[in-house]
């Protein structure tokens, strides 16, 4: 579990670097300072990325949950006590 969260934090902080960087070459592509391919390029690692966070973040929540009922833990309805 260690592991997601490390890969977690790195995905924020490189979805974050790409934010920049796409900030940075749209408007460079508008006034024609770089091509369209380069931009395309830069949205595709960036959307490749936020994908990668997206999943990972599914697998920390499959992880907690098995290590909720591996220590007793289940799922009860708010408001009903046994």
Same mark, same amino acid.
């Given at each position: 579990?260690? @592991? !997601?969260v490390v @890969?977690? @934090?790195a995905?924020?902080l490189? #979805?974050?670097?790409?934010?920049? +960087?796409?900030? #940075?070459?749209?408007? *460079?592509?508008?006034? $024609?300072?770089?091509?369209f !391919? ?14 990668a +966070?997206?999943?990972? *973040? $599914?697998?920390?929540? #499959? ?8 220590? $007793?833990?289940?799922? *009860? #309805?708010? $408001?009903?006590?046994?």
């Amino acid at each position: 579990m260690k @592991r !997601l969260v490390v @890969r977690d @934090r790195a995905l924020i902080l490189a #979805i974050s670097c790409q934010q920049v +960087l796409n900030e #940075i070459v749209g408007p *460079e592509d508008v006034q $024609g300072l770089t091509d369209f !391919l380069t931009v395309l390029v830069v949205q595709g690692n960036l959307l490749t990325t936020q994908d990668a +966070l997206a999943q990972t *973040e $599914g697998e920390v929540a #499959i992880e907690l949950i098995a290590l909720y009922k591996a220590l $007793g833990g289940g799922w *009860e #309805i708010a $408001g009903t006590v046994p």
